[in-house]
Each structure stands twice: as C-alpha cells, then as structure tokens.
C-alpha cells in the first residue's frame, strides 16, 4: 500500500456519461498529479495541485476538469466521455526528497472502460 | 517542447546485466527519475538523478549526463521479477516543474 488511495478501482460507462474519480493523497504530502494511461501511450500528464491552488497543466481536455479541496483529496471530473477516454488513471502524491526531488508516490489506479 | 526517448522494448536472460537508455530534451532539465510498473500496477520510484553521475542502489544504477540529455538505468543480477516497464521521466524547470514521462520500455526476463 503506497498511502495514496484512489477510488473507484474499476468503472465502466457508456459513451457521452459523466464519471468523477477521486484520490487522497499520503498524509503529509501537499501535491496531487493527475495521469492518464493508455494502452499505447505513455503516461500522460494532466494536471498538478498544491495546498488547493492548480499548479501546472498538461494535455487535459477540456471535458475533463479537476479541484483539490481543503482536506487535501483531489477529483478529477470527466464528462461528454467517447471510447478514447478509456485508459488507467494514475494519481500521485509527492514529498521532497533528494534535496528537493518531488518523487511521485502513485496511487493503484482508476480503470475507465468507456462503452 | 519536450521530447524523452527509450526503446520500446528489450529482452534479457535471467542473471545477467541489461542497460536502458532514455534521451531527453528540454529547456529547463531539473532531474530525471526512473520508475518500475509492472503491467495493470502503478509506478514505483526506482531512482533520481540530478547531478551528472552514477547512483547505486543495490542491483539497480542510473547514470546520467546533463550535456549529453542522456540517461541509463543498469539492472544487474537479473531475477524474473524485473519483468516489468522502466519508465524514464524528467522534471522541466521551465514548464512549472513538470515531471514528463517517457513511454517506457518494456524488458522481458528469459529464464
């Protein structure tokens, strides 16, 4: 168990549905990443929080949205959803080591299956 | 832009040595991570370099070359457990620290 808990584990939906995933970070640890894995993609970073605030944004659609609330767990909200959208999505939680390394702690994953 | 390039997949046999190789190239590099992820598993953190050199951690060593843009992941006394994806990844100073993955490779162990 990495301390960084995501749910649902598996989700399976239909096409144009709305899903929202959700993950609480390791206690302690004030940012939260958002991934996304396909099958012939790598990781594909969507979006960073910290303490609240949005940190920095990759390739995310605007169909998907995200918060990071005052406890510190974050959602990540997808709507409109087609058959790409399916894929594994990663959330990760950093602490500083290595003299400032952010080192990702991942979550086990939330498989989407879009129908 | 950034581009992080490794080879899609390798194969080893069981006991022996196999060196991964992963390019990058960005405007504001600040430090390169290896990652281990076995297939339908997260990633878990392998190792992190940020000055040029060799970390050892047990059987597994990074190497990295800030002028080059390159880095290897050696993993020595191969077991059949390190079937996995070793995903190369780089924090980019000049995209908010960005840590950007690369597509992995994927090394088969052969008995």
């Known amino acids: 168990d990495s301390g960084v808990t995501q749910t649902p584990k598996h989700l399976i939906t239909a096409t144009g549905q709305r899903v929202t995933l959700r993950c609480s970070p390791r206690s302690g640890d004030l940012s939260v990443y958002w991934y996304q894995q396909s099958l012939d993609q790598g990781l594909q970073f969507l979006i960073q929080y910290y303490n609240g605030e949005e940190r920095a944004k990759g390739n995310i659609l605007e169909r998907f949205s995200a918060q990071q609330f005052p406890d510190l767990h974050s959602e990540l909200n997808l709507s409109s959803l087609e058959l790409g959208d399916s894929a594994l999505y990663f959330c990760a939680s950093s602490v500083p080591r290595y003299s400032g390394a952010n080192v990702l702690t991942f979550g086990a994953g939330s498989r989407l299956t879009v129908l | ?15 022996a040595i196999v060196q991964i ?15 281990q992820q076995h297939a339908g598993e997260a990633p878990t953190f392998l190792s992190y370099n940020v000055l040029d050199g060799l970390e050892e951690k047990g059987r597994f060593s990074s190497f990295l070359s800030r002028s080059k843009g390159y880095s290897y992941l050696l993993l020595k006394e191969l077991q059949m457990k390190d079937s996995a994806s070793y995903l190369c990844a780089v924090r980019d100073r000049s995209r908010d620290d960005k840590i950007i993955f690369g597509k992995g490779t994927r090394l088969h162990i052969l008995p």
């Open chain 2, 1 to 15: 832009g950034q581009n992080i390039d490794q080879p899609t997949e390798m194969t080893a046999t069981e006991g």
């Open chain 2, 21 to 35: 190789n992963c390019t990058y190239q960005t405007s504001g590099f600040n430090g390169l991570f290896w990652y």
